[in-house]
Nanobody, 122 residues
Framework: QVQLAESGGGLVQAGGSLRLSCAASGRTFGNYNMGWFRQAPVKEREFVAAVSRSGNTYYADSVKGRFTISRDNAKTTVYLQMDILKPEDTAIYYC????????????????WGQGTQVTVSS
């Protein structure tokens, strides 16, 4: 069982930056691949970025070069550094964990946080 709690969301102007954090409970954090997803109003939840147990990273094309995912296993925390934010990045951002193979499909993830709102003004 893993419990996840996101923080760091807020309101920022276009071109600005935010850093999201996802704190995980439990001593098995290192066994999970971790992902960030987002969901805008009336849109399906979409993959943003993921980091494997070994630290390999993967990004959606829409955020590649602007967002950076990382994990600190000692602190059982995963981060999403978001730079050069755009209004289209506005969404609720969710942290998720999957114990099996890393995937970009939100339905495959086992555990979810409650989400944190990110709003980018133009």
């Amino acid at each position: 069982q893993v419990q996840l709690a996101e923080s760091g969301g807020g309101l920022v102007q276009a071109g600005g930056s935010l850093r999201l954090s996802c704190a995980a409970s439990g001593r098995t954090f290192g066994n999970y691949n971790m992902g960030w997803f987002r969901q805008a109003p009336v849109k399906e939840r979409e993959f943003v970025a993921a980091v494997s147990r070994s630290g390999n990273t993967y990004y959606a094309d829409s955020v590649k070069g602007r967002f950076t995912i990382s994990r600190d296993n000692a602190k059982t925390t995963v981060y999403l550094q978001m730079d050069i934010l755009k209004p289209e990045d506005t969404a609720i951002y969710y942290c998720a964990a999957v114990g099996r193979i890393l995937t970009r499909q939100y339905r495959d993830y086992d555990y979810w946080g409650q989400g944190t709102q990110v709003t980018v003004s133009s």
